[in-house]
T-cell receptor, first 114, second 114 residues
Framework: DVKVTQSSRYLVKRTGEKVFLECVQD?????MFWYRQDPGLGLRLIYF???????EKGDIPEGYSVSREKKERFSLILESASTNQTSMYLC?????????????FGQGTRLTVV | GESVGLHLPTLSVQEGDNSIINCAYS??????FIWYKQESGKGPQFIID?????DKRQGQRVTVLLNKTVKHLSLQIAATQPGDSAVYFC?????????????FGQGTILTVHP
């Protein structure tokens, strides 16, 4: 079974803190994604990566950065957390290139910024 | 901008009935679609996919229909069960060269009453 693991289920951080969300996948997938999920807005893409050290901005990259130093690990960084970044964060991975490649999701990290 | 969206945000059905969840998309270049199911407290889980060169695909108790003329996608669930209660998302893959970037709709909440 494909496994995408996010390091925390729940996090509470203070405004202004630097926050790291970690994601690890065990299927040797090239693509990895970070989404945030908010009620009524569905899943919105923050960043994605198609290879080690490669990254592309998604639809809402402002206030976030990412790191992909190893193929299996994709980190989302909130440089200075703000209350409007309170959300559910979902990591996903998929194989590169071929049509019909589904993405596999982690269980999510619910981040609260106070 | 391009978007993938759902007509109905909520759907309530009786156990044993058939369910139909709809999705409209606006990107005429979309070439691949996926339906995901998300249960409470979990990440989205793949249900079924369809390529743009198809108009119907069947799985176990589920059928996806694609109408490219009106840019409409639907998910049919036969003999709906309480375990089918979840949020259902349609997603579109946009291929940038060889990357698979998922764009999600807002989601439909399906509630199955025993």
């Amino acid at each position: 079974d494909v496994k995408v693991t996010q390091s925390s289920r729940y996090l509470v951080k203070r405004t202004g803190e630097k926050v790291f969300l970690e994601c690890v996948q065990d299927m040797d997938h090239e693509n990895m994604f970070w989404y945030r999920q908010d009620p009524g807005l569905g899943l919105r893409l923050i960043y994605f990566s198609y290879d080690v050290k490669m990254k592309e901005k998604g639809d809402i990259p402002e206030g976030y950065s990412v790191s992909r130093e190893k193929k299996e690990r994709f980190s989302l960084i909130l440089e200075s957390a703000s209350t409007n970044q309170t959300s559910m964060y979902l990591c996903a991975s998929s194989l590169i290139g071929r049509m019909g490649t589904e993405a596999f999701f982690g269980q999510g990290t619910r981040l609260t910024v106070v | 901008g391009e978007s993938v969206g759902l007509h109905l945000p909520t759907l309530s059905v009786q156990e044993g009935d058939n369910s139909i969840i709809n999705c409209a998309y606006s990107n005429s270049a979309s070439d691949y679609f996926i339906w995901y199911k998300q249960e409470s407290g979990k990440g989205p889980q793949f249900i079924i996919d369809i390529r743009s060169n198809m108009d119907k695909r069947q799985g176990q108790r589920v059928t996806v229909l694609l109408n490219k003329t009106v840019k409409h996608l639907s998910l049919q669930i036969a003999a709906t069960q309480p375990g089918d209660s979840a949020v259902y998302f349609c997603a579109e893959i946009t291929h940038y060269t060889s990357y698979g970037k998922l764009t999600f709709g807002q989601g439909t909440i399906l509630t199955v009453h025993p």
